[in-house]
């Protein structure tokens, strides 16, 4: 038997899966943000984002689910903003544009998943925030596509380009 083929997943982001302050995991940390590009270097409107990451310690256990419902109608309201669960889900506006705040991860970077128009499967990178030693075991030339830049103190920017010459490193961790 064999199986079934894959389809592209999306754009059907807007509904259910994005949920107000999904990239608000802690406030008086840091910012991360970026846009995401196609391989033309047009901005991708219509993707979706989620992030992992460690807290500050290096603990990637996180809380358990931190969302609030509206008593009344059921609707998502956001995050209880108390407990840091490690998890964020952005999608991008129509510029491409994303923006995360969170807390510095203890392990030196933050696990991204990428799901966006035309991909059959989503993709997996990662956000290094410093030069890392994992970075060493990446060709030169394609290293710096996983450091994001440091702007000032605590702002950071990492643009995802999901092909082309600028192409981020993804993962398999299939």
Not at 49 to 69: C, H, I, K, N, Y
Not at 111 to 129: E, I
Not at 140 to 168: C, M, S, W
């Amino acid at each position: 038997m064999n199986p079934t083929p894959s389809q592209t997943v999306g754009p059907f982001y807007g509904y259910a899966l994005p949920f107000p302050g999904g990239g608000d995991l802690a406030t008086g940390g840091i910012t991360v943000h970026g846009h995401v590009y196609d391989g033309a270097g047009d901005p991708v409107p219509d993707a979706l984002l989620e992030f992992w990451q460690a807290d500050p310690s290096g603990d990637l256990t996180g809380a358990p689910g931190t969302l609030r419902r509206d008593p009344v109608d059921g609707a998502i309201i956001g995050r209880h903003g108390v407990d840091f669960t490690g998890f964020g889900r952005v999608p991008t506006d129509a510029d491409g544009r994303w923006v995360l705040r969170t807390l510095e991860p203890g392990n030196g970077y933050i696990s991204v998943c990428v799901f966006a128009r035309g991909l059959l499967h989503h993709l997996y990178t990662r956000v290094y925030l410093a030069p890392h030693a994992f970075l060493d075991s990446l060709p030169p030339e394609r290293a710096h596509t996983v450091l994001a830049a440091k702007e000032r103190e605590n702002v950071y920017r990492f643009d995802i380009h999901l092909q082309g010459e600028k192409e981020t490193v993804f993962f398999d961790f299939g």
